[in-house]
Nanobody
């Protein structure tokens, strides 16, 4: 059974950077689709980025485009989310998720399309 665990969250000042990691107990990130979502207190879960491993292009939400970058390690068991120029509105719990399916683009932002989720890691951006 695939398990995911996020790490790397913390407190950072506005304009700072953090790198989150999503680690799996298997070579989960060699196929299928994975994504990062986030959820701020009192708000709905927000999609951030999706990467289908059969394709080279990641898809980013407009709110993070140009500031966040998704990468994968060579073992294909860890995905990193490099977050630069952080803003107070980036404060949230960040979740990684995966599915064995190759999702279509129009379904990327729907959380129910992802089968396995990590417990989340908190990111707080101070002003």
């Amino acid at each position: 059974q695939v398990r995911l665990v996020e790490s790397g969250g913390g407190l950072v000042q506005t304009g700072g950077s953090l790198t989150l990691s999503c680690t799996s107990n298997e070579r989960t990130f060699s196929s299928g689709t994975m994504a990062w979502f986030r959820q701020a207190p009192g708000k709905e879960r927000e999609w951030i980025v999706t990467r289908r491993w059969a394709f080279s292009t990641p898809y980013y939400a407009d709110s993070v485009k140009g500031r966040f970058t998704i990468t994968r390690n060579s073992a294909r068991d860890t995905v990193h989310l490099q977050m630069n120029n952080l803003k107070p509105e980036d404060t949230a719990t960040y979740y990684c998720a995966t599915t064995a399916r190759n999702l279509i683009v129009s379904s990327f932002a729907t959380s129910s399309n992802y089968d396995t989720w990590g417990p989340g890691t908190q990111v707080t951006v101070g002003s």
